[in-house]
């Protein structure tokens, strides 16, 4: 990956909520604690989808 390039906010997300989810719930697998974080960002604020056109 290009290191210039700055993380999309998707990935921003996942990059840093992954980890809290894994160490909050280490029984979780991977896949697991992924579907947890996606569904997090489906509500969260830091999605550019969910702020309201003017």
């Known amino acids: ?3 210039n390039k700055p993380l999309s ?3 921003s ?3 840093f909520n992954l980890p ?3 160490q909050n ?3 979780l697998k991977h896949n697991e604690a992924f579907k947890v ?3 997090m960002l ?3 604020p ?3 989808k969910n702020f309201s056109s003017l």
């Open 42 to 44: 489906k509500d969260s």
């Open 37 to 39: 974080v996606a569904s």
């Open 13 to 15: 997300f996942i990059k």
């Open 25 to 27: 719930n280490p029984n």
């Open 9 to 11: 906010p998707y990935n």
């Open 20 to 22: 809290l989810i894994k």
């Open 46 to 48: 830091d999605n550019p």
């Open 1 to 3: 990956m290009n290191q």
